[in-house]
């Protein structure tokens, strides 16, 4: 995938015109990897920055790159007046290298006055998508560009030039898009690029862990598996570079014990250049990552112990309830024998289970009762058809009382 990158160049004293010679590239090592003659003349043959590339006062910050990927009027200070091409005879006063890739600029009126002023003290980045990856060249490894491409949102911008050349430097992962700035002084962003571009690929995910002075330690996703490497680097010219084969690590966790002695102490001692933060205290206790593993697997467990508990709970509590259910309901139907009463039975059953003791003794009591007052009230066990039994003088004809499943319950619930 193509990355946009910027890279540091020079520019000439302006004429009271506005115009200037600008030195785009020069080959060799930059900030940003490698540039060879190849690949800064093929650049002109593929017109990388042509007739109108725009020139701005200092490359975008990440918000602008955002919101505002074309840039702005308001910093617009130049533009190129002619293609950028490659002019193999030109010798770099400080290298001695030979080869550039140039342009003539126009400097707008704007900007002119201090452009001019400052021109001894400031310099210009090109900001250009390119591919790239890691290699080596004249001795050092790195990101080694392979091919610089035409864009419309390809810039030179006036920049500050700080230090030895002072050159800016800063990576983007896609044009206009996801902005990751990496400056030559910031060696752990650049250190993260070496070893992404050194190890990772489509299938292979890698990520920087830490840094010292003399070797970097990361971690690569390759295949569902994690493993972590450590390697040298160099730093030449704050330019970092890989160096040496890789060796696999282990990583150590390390807990320090809090209490108020070594709270008192971290305040108040400085810590030594030499001592990390996994080193500041010799008897903190340590776990390994298999430690650690075995650890999160017990966790796991007993989270799953805990949940077929609850499910065991349950299934336990349904299985009583069942129990309690079926043993009412036996109680019931054996004290209401052949009586037909399936309301009275089922309203004695869910009282019985509603209680907040089953106390099957009192439900055979009230469900005997119940069964005698049904049995009472539709005149088993007595004699019926033996001549009138209403009292004399009553002209109400004699009639069967019927007696309801309701009328029992309220008459067991003492009504009326």
Do not use: C
Request: charged share 25%; proline share 3%; hydrophobic share 40%.
């Amino acid at each position: 995938m193509a990355k946009l990158i910027t890279e540091a160049g020079k520019l000439s004293a302006p004429s009271s015109t506005g115009k200037l010679m600008i030195t785009l590239i020069t080959p060799g090592w930059g900030s940003s990897g490698y540039y060879s003659d190849k690949v800064l003349e093929q650049a002109a043959k593929d017109k990388v920055f042509p007739e109108g590339t725009q020139m701005h006062i200092d490359h975008m910050s990440s918000s602008d790159e955002y919101e505002r990927p074309a840039g702005s009027l308001t910093t617009l200070a130049a533009v190129l007046e002619e293609d950028a091409v490659w002019d193999p005879n030109y010798v770099d006063a400080e290298t001695g290298k030979k080869g550039r890739l140039a342009a003539p600029a126009l400097l707008g009126s704007k900007y002119r006055p201090e452009i001019t002023e400052f021109a001894k003290y400031i310099g210009t980045s090109v900001a250009v998508g390119v591919d790239m990856k890691a290699g080596e060249a004249e001795g050092r490894r790195g990101q080694i560009i392979e091919a610089m491409y035409p864009h419309k949102l390809n810039r030179v911008d006036f920049v500050t030039v700080a230090g030895r050349g002072g050159k800016i430097d800063k990576v983007i992962e896609a044009f206009a898009t996801k902005a990751h700035e990496v400056t030559a002084n910031d060696l752990r962003s650049q250190l993260r690029e070496l070893v992404r571009g050194a190890y990772g690929d489509d299938q292979t995910y890698v990520w920087l862990e830490d840094h010292d002075d003399a070797n970097v330690w990361f971690s690569l996703q390759a295949e569902a598996k994690a493993t972590t490497y450590q390697v040298g680097y160099t730093v030449t010219d704050d330019v970092a570079a890989l160096s040496g084969e890789s060796t696999e690590v282990r990583k150590v966790t390390q807990y320090v014990p809090v209490t108020p002695a070594a709270e008192a102490a971290t305040d108040s001692a400085p810590n030594p250049a030499a001592v990390t933060e996994n080193q500041e205290e010799a008897t903190m206790a340590t776990i390994d990552d298999a430690e650690l593993k075995q650890l999160r697997e017990a966790a796991s467990r007993a989270t799953a112990l805990e949940a077929e508990n609850t499910t065991l709970k349950t299934d336990n509590a349904k299985l009583e309830g069942d129990s309690r259910k079926s043993a009412a309901e036996a109680i019931v139907a054996e004290a209401f024998g052949d009586v037909e009463a399936k309301v009275t039975r089922a309203s004695l059953v869910t009282a019985a289970l509603a209680a907040e003791t089953f106390d099957p003794a009192a439900l055979k009591d009230t469900a005997v009762e119940a069964a005698a007052e049904i049995r009472a009230a539709r005149g088993e066990g007595n004699v019926h058809g033996a001549g009138q039994t209403n009292a004399p003088g009553n002209a109400q004809e004699a009639v069967a009382t019927e007696v309801g499943d309701a009328d029992i319950l309220k008459a067991l619930k003492g009504g009326n």
